[in-house]
């Protein structure tokens, strides 16, 4: 089956750094999503972006699906936005598959 | 609306009890998910429902019994669990079966005694 890696595993920010995360796949996809999961586990969508770049405020995402990888970009970091990221990535008509995400923690 | 709303958030059961989860949306999604996730991993799909008949089940035991009576409501029904099965469980929607964007409720966290 696909494989999915993110990097780094684990980041620790200082309030309003920026930083990027990772996600590299294995095989062709149709779909990618990547989430942010909040320390009480609430999964929330932050893209759904199969290719391309989306902007949603302080965060944007790109992904090249010709070279197997998604960047997801945090500016201005805040303490809010701790928790686990995860990359999820479908080849086409199967179920997403979870990479093993990356634990941002910002420190005030 | 475009929420999946999911109760109890919390659950402590013992061994013998029987319970259920339930998981609602009125989006108008045809697949709906339930996943599993142990501290420090990633989500790990348990059963996927496209159009209220079951699709997938990813060999899960039979002590957990999926339900979907109708398109905005899935169950899922525990019976003789173990500890091993404490988890987070995690509900999800979909337009279709790995089409679009999946949308998640807020999950049960189950512990078994």
């Known amino acids: 089956g696909i494989q999915v890696e993110q990097s780094p595993p684990d980041l620790i920010l200082q309030e309003g750094a920026n930083s990027t995360l990772r996600c590299n796949f294995s095989?062709?996809?149709?779909?990618l999503q990547w989430f942010h999961q909040n320390p009480w586990g609430q999964l929330i969508n932050l893209f759904y972006i199969p290719s391309g770049t989306k902007q949603n405020g302080r965060l944007s995402a790109t992904t090249v699906a010709t070279e197997r990888y998604s960047l997801l970009y945090i500016s201005s970091s805040q303490t809010t936005d701790s928790g686990v990221y995860f990359c999820a990535v479908a080849p086409g008509g199967q179920n997403f598959v979870f990479g093993p995400g990356t634990r941002l923690s910002v420190l005030p | 609306d475009t929420e999946v709303t999911q109760t109890p958030k919390h659950l402590v059961m013992g061994m013998t009890n029987k319970k259920s989860l339930k998981c609602e949306q009125h989006m108008g999604h045809r697949a709906m998910y339930w996943y599993k996730q142990k501290a420090k991993k990633p989500p790990e799909l348990m059963f996927v429902y496209s159009y209220e008949k079951l699709s997938i089940n990813e060999s899960v035991p039979s002590r957990f019994s999926p339900e979907c009576p109708n398109s905005s409501l899935l169950n899922l029904h525990l019976h003789a669990l173990q500890p091993e099965d404490s988890a987070l469980y995690l509900c999800?929607?979909?337009?279709?079966?790995?089409?679009?964007?999946?949308?998640f409720g807020s999950g049960t966290r189950l512990t078994v005694v």
């Open positions: 095989d062709s996809v149709n779909n």
């Open positions: 999800a929607s979909s337009q279709g079966f790995g089409t679009y964007g999946y949308t």
